[in-house]
């Protein structure tokens, strides 16, 4: 629902692919056909894009990009040839609701990795370490996320839940979902 709700609260239109499965090159004409400025992919079409399509995505102002690692290369291409778009990763797992943090990249961050950011709005993340405690910036440790968006476990499956969705040690009455994600938290809180 993220695509629907947040271009019709924020006055935009949607437009729709022409095609149920498009291909690359129809992804760029529908870009030009509708006119779009800001666009959804997952990680895979993103890195696909830039890789066959790059020229593509020059209408475009803003493009968010997740659901899984970007590589940083992919990122660092797509900047320096779009100077103009604002590339936004947007991090979280499903259990979060859609996402959980969100980074506008830019070509001086992205060395080794491509930073997911801070949490937005209604949500929290905490690094851990394995003992549950936080880490100190700099530090690796788990990401955890808790906040309005977060999940009340699985389906049927109580064993998965209990093993995932824990207490938080910080906020009592609270939980968190253990992402299994490694992360580091900078001192000025970016992730």
Known sequence: TFEVWDALLNGGRLAFPRSARPRLDEIGADIRAYGVTTLWLTAGLFHLMVDERLEDLRPLRQL???GDVLSPDHVRRCL???PHLRLVNGYGPTENTTFTCCH???LE???ETAPIGRPIEGTYVRVLD???HAVEPGQLGELHAGGDGLALGYLNRPDLTAERF???????DARLYRT???VRAHANGVI
Request: no cysteine; glycine share 12%.
């Open 64 to 66: 968010l990009a997740g």
């Open 80 to 82: 320096r040839a779009l």
């Open 104 to 106: 506008t990249l830019t």
């Open 109 to 111: 961050e992205v060395v």
């Open 130 to 132: 394995t003992d549950g």
């Open 166 to 172: 824990i207490p938080d040690p910080y906020l009592p």
């Open 180 to 182: 299994g994600d490694r």
